[in-house]
Nanobody
């Protein structure tokens, strides 16, 4: 059974940094794109960042470009999201996800089919 477990969320002030981690288990993820999405109450889940299975290519939402960095360690089956210069509008539940099919790359939610339970990030002004 595939499992994704996020950690690292919390309450911080504007301008602070956080690093989210996502530990994956249940299969080998080295052939799969992994991503981060976020969601606030009453809104749809939105794309934040994705990293290709090899780690050689990444994509970011415009709202986080230059502030967030996604990385992965395939030996540990773990993906990270380094978040710097956090803003109150970054407040959300952050979800880790893995691509539906191996060796595909997508920034659309339809490209992913396994999700963690999420970790809350709250940024105060």
């Amino acid at each position: 059974q595939v499992q994704l477990v996020e950690s690292g969320g919390g309450l911080v002030q504007a301008g602070d940094s956080l690093r989210l981690s996502c530990a994956a288990s249940g299969r080998t993820f080295s052939a799969y794109t992994m991503g981060w999405f976020r969601q606030t109450p009453g809104k749809e889940r939105e794309f934040v960042a994705a990293i290709r299975w090899s780690g050689g290519s990444t994509a970011y939402a415009d709202s986080v470009k230059g502030r967030f960095t996604i990385s992965r360690d395939n030996a540990k089956n773990t993906v990270y999201l380094q978040m710097n210069s956090l803003k109150p509008e970054d407040t959300a539940v952050y979800y880790c996800t893995v691509a539906r099919f191996s060796r595909t790359f997508s920034t659309s939610i339809s490209g992913y089919d396994t999700w963690g339970r999420g970790t809350q990030v709250t940024v105060s002004s």
